[in-house]
């Protein structure tokens, strides 16, 4: 039931973000500014995709080291 209710949510921020998105045209006319007029903006994307890579990574090892803990205790 849980599986279903997180599936269901899960496409349903995939659904907005699709919607959010902007038309090729209306990107086509409009100049690129900030960020990705200087290329910077996939520097960002991979800090950022560095960051919760090293936060998921951290968090399944610190979950085995409680699991381990956990059975330890109980022998």
């Known amino acids: 039931m849980i599986k279903k209710i997180l599936f269901t949510c899960l496409l349903s921020i995939f659904s ?5 998105q902007d038309t090729t045209a209306v990107n086509e006319a409009r100049a690129a500014t900030g960020l990705r007029a200087e290329g910077k903006v996939y520097v960002v994307l991979v800090v950022s995709v560095t960051i919760l890579v090293g936060l998921f990574i951290y968090l399944i090892r610190l979950d085995r080291k409680i699991s381990s803990l956990e059975k330890k205790n109980l022998q």
């Open 16 to 20: 907005f973000i699709i919607y959010a």
